[in-house]
């Protein structure tokens, strides 16, 4: 239901797919005039400019669907980050401190909204330091496994030429940089693990720990969309992801679901390959 009303709001957006668009079955807005006119706009005008009331339609969504009283009393461990305007570094809110300002702040881009202010700190999205944090996963929780949901494509084998290709390129290696900065320290502490190394670590109270590191991926199919894309709220588009998610998972349970619990199955050294 949430996602139907985020739908049903997203109607009243000038940013919609061009007659064209919907009959080649194109999910991007790249080509449409709302989003180039938007694209031109952001350079000259700030959220503080053309949005000074603040205004938020998603923060009404939140609180009409999400009980963060309950989540804030439940046993289950949950992280999320955002990243503090003033320092650069992530902040990461546990399930104790979960409420919709601070999901607000893990998902502000800072091109479409004003900072979230919490305590007087303002944030941003946390994909620019943490996209997803991993050390919560390792430092707070038990399990041994994390399964990562990658959304945005790591590798592309052809050069970006043409200027959309080129910012789309750079949104995602800027939104991929710390996920794999995280990997890489994670294969780093399983090297040494396998040397006989992590108990001096360990012992340091350094809190890392061998994991075992799992991937649900669906580039293939993801890497047709480009950033504009994230701003297509149509109910068809959703569907469409929700079915290539399914997919991608039943994927990956046929073919790494005993694996779950016994090994990883995601393998570091040949992601870092060059």
Not at 69 to 90: C, L, M, P, Y
Not at 95 to 110: G, I, K, N, T
Not at 114 to 140: S, T
Not at 155 to 163: F, N, S, V, Y
């Amino acid at each position: 239901q949430f996602w139907r009303d985020v739908s049903r709001d997203g109607r009243l957006s000038p940013l919609q797919r061009t007659t064209f668009d919907r009959l080649m079955g194109n999910w991007s807005l790249a080509k449409t005039p709302a989003y180039i006119a938007f694209e031109m706009a952001s350079r000259f005008l700030s959220p503080y400019d053309f949005n000074p009331l603040n205004i938020n339609p998603l923060r009404e969504l939140l609180e009409a669907h999400v009980d963060f009283e309950a989540i804030r009393r439940s046993d289950v461990k949950v992280f999320i980050s955002a990243t503090n305007v003033q320092t650069g570094r992530a902040r990461i809110f546990g399930h104790e401190e979960m409420s919709a300002d601070a999901v607000m702040a893990s998902a502000c881009l800072p091109f479409l909204f004003q900072a979230v202010e919490i305590d007087g700190v303002p944030y941003w999205d946390g994909g620019y330091m943490g996209n997803p944090p991993l050390f919560p996963l390792y430092e707070h929780a038990e399990a041994d496994d994390i399964l990562l949901v990658q959304i945005n494509p790591i590798r592309r084998e052809e050069t970006p030429r043409t200027a959309a290709e080129i910012q789309n390129r750079i949104n995602e290696i800027t939104f991929n940089a710390s996920l794999l900065a995280q990997l890489r320290v994670i294969d780093q502490v399983t090297q040494m693990a396998e040397k006989g190394l992590l108990s001096r670590i360990a012992l340091g109270g350094s809190g890392y720990r061998r994991v075992r590191l799992h991937r649900i991926g669906g580039e293939d199919q993801l890497a047709g969309l480009d950033v504009s894309s994230k701003l297509n709220a149509e109910w068809a588009f959703f569907q469409h992801l929700r079915d290539l998610g399914r997919e991608a998972a039943d994927v990956f349970l046929t073919a790494h679901g005993d694996d779950v619990g016994r090994r990883s199955t995601l393998d570091l050294r040949l992601e870092f390959a060059d």
